[in-house]
Structures are given as C-alpha cells and as structure tokens.
C-alpha cells in the first residue's frame, strides 16, 4: 500500500511497534489523547462491547465517572487514566482488539492513538516522531531511531494511509495530531 501523503522524514526515520515483543503498551502508560465528537460518539454507541475486557478498576470508573476525565488537550476532554494507564488499555488496547476481531484496528481507536508515531509539525507537515526530531519530548524507546533498523516508510504504511484518509476528510472530520 503506498500513499502520496508528504511525511517530511520518513525516508530517513525507522520505527517499529514491537508490542507484546519486548514492549507491554507503554505508549498507553499514562495515555490521555483528546477525543473528538465523532470518537465518542462511536465509543458511546459500543460501550457496553469494551467494558467485559476493561481492568475491574477501569470497569468501574467508566461505569460510575464514564471514559473522559475533565482534563482537554487541543480544546477536547481526554480519556481518563486508572492506576496509571489508559482507561481502555488491558494487555493491550481494548479499541483496537475489539476492532482487528470485527475486520478494523482503527474502529474505534482515538484518531491520537491510531496515528501513532505520526504527528504533526507547527507547519501542518506530517512527520515520523523520533528522538531529536522537532523537539520530541516523550521518551519512549521505540521513538528511539537507534532502536529499529526497520525503515519506517515500511513499518508506518497503514498509520500513512490512514493520515492521508485524515488530511483528505480534514474538513468534515478534523484530525489535528501532535
């Protein structure tokens, strides 16, 4: 699958997703993206299919408090964070595991998450986030351009597409990533 989406380093950037290889979701750690109105809606109307596989603790807190905290990021609330990772997140992400079983990890996965390392710059640019790069701040190992020889215009090619699909609908679904 290749896209014509510009993502202004991607020739040069590596990156490789090695969860459940060596990595247990820390991107998830702490995990707090912004969800737009369409998101929750779309998570509102399948909640009762996500709540079986939350953690007991997270269960609870959606069931009495729901999924979004008070906290906003891009003028958006955020998911909450329960014992210190996402709210949907147990041995994985609960969206994208209920999404890949019916035929789609992106379902319903925030825009944030599904886009991940993909972001972009103060220019609008899409760009592969590694350490050193437009002033990366998270410091997750697999942000690391050390830690991957595989090239990340192999790896990224699903999450390029989708940011094509994103930048091309921008007008009736706002997507701002960064």
Aim: glycine fraction near 8%.
């Amino acid at each position: 699958m290749r896209s014509s989406l510009p993502v202004v380093n991607l020739s040069e950037a590596t990156y490789e997703c090695i969860f459940g290889r060596g990595c247990d979701g820390i991107c998830c750690q702490n995990g707090r993206p912004p969800i737009y109105p369409d998101e929750a809606e779309r998570i509102d109307a399948n909640l009762q299919k996500f709540l079986p596989h939350l953690r007991p603790e997270a269960r609870q807190l959606v069931e009495k408090q729901g999924y979004l905290s008070n906290r906003r990021k891009l003028g958006l609330p955020m998911l909450r964070v329960v014992g210190g990772w996402c709210i949907f997140f147990h041995q994985g992400c609960v969206l994208h595991k209920v999404g890949s079983a019916e035929g789609d990890k992106y379902r319903y996965k925030p825009c944030a998450c599904s886009l991940f390392p993909l972001a972009r710059n103060d220019k609008g640019e899409w760009y592969v986030r590694q350490h050193g790069y437009e002033n990366e701040k998270w410091n997750l190992f697999c942000l690391d351009p050390h830690a991957s020889t595989k090239p990340a215009a192999e790896s990224l090619q699903d999450e390029v597409a989708l940011a094509e699909h994103f930048t091309r609908a921008e007008e009736r679904t706002p997507c701002a990533v960064g």
